[in-house]
């Protein structure tokens, strides 16, 4: 079984500029999540999908950051302008529908690296 | 509230030694606490996981002690390996998203 995937692994754009990142979740788990880790804090939760549908956006810091998940498969989160303390690892995890379960596979990628210069 | 504390920030253990990860959180309405391995270049992975209604739980070399009446929760790994070394995150789970501790960096010296 694949993992979840994402692109690119690292990114260096220069403040105002626009960076999308993606991620393809596991085939089949309907629930998407995106965190970011800013370096040396903890991994702090953006938002949650259900299919293509935002259940939790609690986390999204403002509005320069825009989510989206069309057609319940990959998910895109674009930064627009980027600033400086936008730098951090972005994570993003998928899992099954249901009640969140260990054994339902909650698992992230890898990360995009973002660096904003 | 909906924060989950976690200490030391890094920690150093000799090969065959205990490391001890701790874990505190507020929120009582947090369902699942799970632990993550974190290896640079990578993702988090799921290491092991305990329910609110479980005081311990083991697998392998990794026992995690649950007390709810402190609201605190602790990571054991017996027989440190240097394979072991990686940042350890405890989180805390409330409707299917996690609350995550800052991490501890652990390294196992051979």
């Known amino acids: 079984e694949a993992g979840v995937t994402q692109f690119p692994s690292h990114s260096v754009i220069e403040k105002g500029q626009t960076v999308t990142l993606r991620c393809d979740p596991i085939?089949?788990?309907?629930?998407l999540y995106w965190y970011r880790r800013v370096m040396g804090k903890e991994i702090k939760f953006l938002l949650h999908?259900?299919?293509?549908?935002?259940?939790?956006e609690s986390g999204m810091p403002n509005n320069r950051f825009l989510a989206e998940r069309t057609g319940g498969t990959y998910s895109t989160l674009k930064v627009q302008p980027a600033e400086l303390e936008d730098s951090g690892v972005y994570f993003c995890?998928?899992?099954?529908?249901?009640?969140?379960?260990?054994?339902?596979?909650?698992?992230f990628g890898s990360g995009t690296r973002l660096t904003v210069v | 509230q909906q924060q989950v504390k976690q200490s030391p920030q890094s920690l150093i253990v000799q090969k065959g030694g205990i490391s001890i990860i701790n874990c505190a959180y507020e929120?009582?309405?947090?369902?699942?606490f799970p632990w993550y391995q974190q290896f640079p270049g990578k993702g988090p992975a799921l290491l092991i996981a305990?329910?609110?209604?479980?005081s311990e739980k083991k697998e392998g070399r990794f026992t995690i002690s649950f007390n709810k009446s402190a609201k605190q929760f602790s990571l054991h790994i017996m027989d440190s390996q240097p394979g072991d070394s990686a940042t350890y995150f405890c989180?805390?789970?409330?409707?299917?998203?996690?609350?995550f501790g800052q991490g501890t960096e652990l390294s196992v010296k051979p």
């Open positions: 995890a998928s899992s099954q529908v249901g009640l969140f379960r260990p054994t339902y596979g909650y698992t």
């Open positions: 929120n009582t309405a947090f369902d699942y």
């Open positions: 999908f259900v299919k293509e549908s935002k259940q939790d």
């Open positions: 305990i329910r609110p209604d479980v």
């Open positions: 085939s089949g788990h309907d629930n």
């Open positions: 989180a805390a789970s409330i409707g299917g998203k996690l609350i």
